[in-house]
């Protein structure tokens, strides 16, 4: 099992940049998929960027494409979202999630997808 604890969040002005962070617990972390999803009020939960275990491949939603930057450090169990450019539509609790795999490609940033949560931490941008 992985626990995860998400922090980094807070209020910004748009234009301005937050590093978020998801350190986590569990002896299969290191094989483990980690995503970013965000949900605003009365939306649904989206998928913002997902990074394959031990670092490899990294995912992004449209929306985020070249303004979030997803890491990990496994060395820390601690993965990252750089948040840089930031517009009022990013606003939002973000959470991180963690799966022991993904069976196909269309599911990455999706979050039935992912079995383990953390518990958030909220975002804000002003325009």
């Known amino acids: 099992q992985v626990q995860l604890v998400e922090s980094g969040g807070g209020s910004v002005q748009a234009g301005g940049s937050l590093r978020l962070s998801c350190a986590a617990s569990?002896?299969?972390?290191?094989?483990?998929?980690i995503g970013w999803f965000r949900q605003a009020p009365d939306n649904e939960r989206e998928g913002v960027a997902s990074?394959?275990?031990?670092?490899?491949?990294?995912y992004y939603a449209d929306s985020v494409k070249g303004r979030f930057t997803i890491s990990r450090d496994n060395a820390k169990n601690t993965v990252y979202l750089q948040m840089n450019s930031l517009k009022a539509e990013d606003t939002a609790m973000y959470y991180c999630?963690?799966?022991?795999?993904?069976?196909?490609?269309?599911?990455?940033?999706?979050?039935?997808?992912?079995?383990?949560w953390g518990q958030g931490t909220q975002v804000t941008v002003s325009s």
């Open positions: 999630a963690a799966a022991p795999r993904i069976p196909g490609a269309f599911l990455i940033l999706k979050s039935w997808a992912y079995n383990y």
């Open positions: 569990g002896y299969t972390y290191n094989s483990t998929w």
């Open positions: 990074i394959a275990p031990r670092g490899g491949s990294t």
